[in-house]
């Protein structure tokens, strides 16, 4: 049972030989084990992440005035940033806690951007089926009707079909560089122009690709355009928890002009509490983040970044060939960048069964899709495991091969049903019921590991389980 607040208190040393220990079943990222979530280099970098935390973790970022402090760093990340990505002189921008705030910040501007500008009531926005997330999130929580730009056969965003998505109310257009599913890049330039001839914003998703595809540009590859080089291009959200190797709690949403940023902005004139100014969601905000983000920026400088850049890229670019030497398999559509996902070419394999496969060799990898596949994020840390890891995936895909039945057992059973239930409202509310019973109070099923279809399984495959036994009722 979870611990309640102690009457009395406890030394710290006791507490934080307590908290230490409840990080052991957590998964093993500072071995290279993780494909996701983590953008770790080792403890030496950590360490010092934590001294910088620690020095303004007080510190509040509320008010831009008072702690002059922040402002600073909060002034000079955006300004490395606006140069990163080639903006314009005028080019102005916040640090926001993650990718997610500054996603839902783009909604929340542009939306009033054109409510204020041209009194669109029933705002849509266009965005490309790879999207992230966050977006879908922003679309709920602002009432941004979402209009979905397909994919081609490659997995980018179609756009020959952006012209007809586009209308009156269409506040603003998405492109990701790249995106999560696929580490794809979207046709940018080709979006821009449209986007600057129909008059709607054009958003950059680039909270992976922020911190890292400048660099491998800078190391000499080829990557298409995607900055502020592309006229049509009016913000960028890009993360410094990511791939500029931050504490987590720091991204950034820069624009091409203040005129944009205002709408973010949000001002109380009339509340007891004082005249209120927020430049962006948080109320108070972390000073601890903003200044381990400054002091990463200032370690790594363009040189460490083009150096962690080149070993992600070489991790990168081992891993394809590896994926590629496998005949089974195939990467899915055309990444550029430090992610990709692959799939099963082959019917005798199922990838989710060679995903379970990886899991019981000590990795743990994303599961996929639309189409099926696996994912993998890419860290400079992980060059020093790839080869591990391929000898594991041929290994993983030999089996899944020799026992087919695999397919059918474990995980890869749930993933591979989940994926392809076609009552998908009725997904979403169990989804909802079972995510809601791990915040019922006192810790709910997280720690209770006794319910009917499996305590401590991933959600994903209580679902599915939930799902079977409803089917054979
Ligand atoms: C393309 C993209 N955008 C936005 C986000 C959201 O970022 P965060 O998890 O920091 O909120 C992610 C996270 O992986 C992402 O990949």
Known sequence: MHQPMPESGRPREEVLQELAAFGREDPDYKAGRLWSLVYYLGKEHDAFLAEAYQAYSSANGLNPTAFKSLKRFETEIIAAVAELHHGPADTCGVVTSGGTESCLLAVKTYRDLARARRRVRRPE?????????????????????????????DLEADVSRLPRLINRNTVMVLGSAPGYPHGTIDPIEAMGRIAQERGVPLHVDACVGGFILPFMEQNGEPLPLWDYRVPGVTSISADIHKYGYAAKGASTITYR????????????TDWPGGVFASPALLGTRPGGAYAAAWAAIQHFGKAGYREL?????EAVRRLRAGIDAIPELAVLGRPQGPLLAYGSIDKAVNIYAV???????????????H?????????????DVIDQYLADLQEAVATVKANPRLADTGSAATYGLLAHVPLRGMVRQRVLD????????????????????????PLAERLARWYVKRKTR
């Open 257 to 268: 002009s203040l005129d944009l940023l205002k709408y973010q902005m949000f001002v109380h």
């Open 371 to 383: 189409p099926d596949g696996l994912h993998a994020m890419v860290t400079a840390r992980h060059l």
């Open 434 to 457: 079972m995510f809601a019973g791990m915040y019922r109070a006192g810790g709910g099923d997280l720690d209770l590991n006794a319910d009917d279809i499996g305590g401590k399984l």
């Open 355 to 369: 995903g379970d496969q990886m899991d019981a060799r000590g990795w743990q990898v994303n599961r996929l899709q």
């Open 125 to 153: 926005m266009v965005l490309p089926a790879s999207a992230h997330v966050a977006w879908f999130k922003a679309s709920e929580y602002f009432g941004v009707k979402v209009r979905l730009l397909p994919l081609t056969a």
């Open 309 to 313: 850049a080149a070993r992600t890229s």
